[in-house]
């Protein structure tokens, strides 16, 4: 997905620092992924989870519109936890994203333990 392809930029320091002195430069990647959040699988879910709270806590500030996508996501994990399976590196993944930027939630945490 591109959120992965946006956190391997954080091993760059010079592009960990673009993005930490203008974070609006990921509004059109969270505005994406908030349009088409509803037809993320599992694995894409994980991904975008991991990416999100990867790039947020390198540059040590919130992705532009980071209270939405955490929702979007939360929703989706839900959604998608009736219908597919998460494998347990996507179990993983999201466990430590949420986790990694204080985002709680019990109904995706009790789903991530049932899988």
């Given at each position: ?6 956190s ?9 620092q673009r ?27 994980a991904?975008?989870?991991h ?9 040590r ?31 993983a ?15 995706v ?7």
């Amino acid at each position: 997905t591109y959120w992965n392809q946006a956190s391997r930029f954080m091993s760059d320091r010079s592009e960990c620092q673009r993005i930490r002195s203008n974070p609006g430069i990921l509004k059109p990647l969270v505005e994406q992924t908030l349009y088409f959040s509803y037809e993320l699988n599992p694995k894409s879910l994980a991904i975008i989870a991991h990416a999100v709270a990867k790039i947020s806590s390198q540059t040590r500030k919130p992705i532009i519109d980071s209270g939405k996508l955490w929702e979007a996501l939360e929703g989706n994990i839900v959604e998608a936890a009736k219908t597919d399976t998460f494998d347990s590196r996507n179990c993983a993944d999201i466990l430590w994203a949420f986790a990694k930027m204080n985002q709680r939630s019990d109904k995706v945490f009790s789903i991530m333990k049932n899988q």
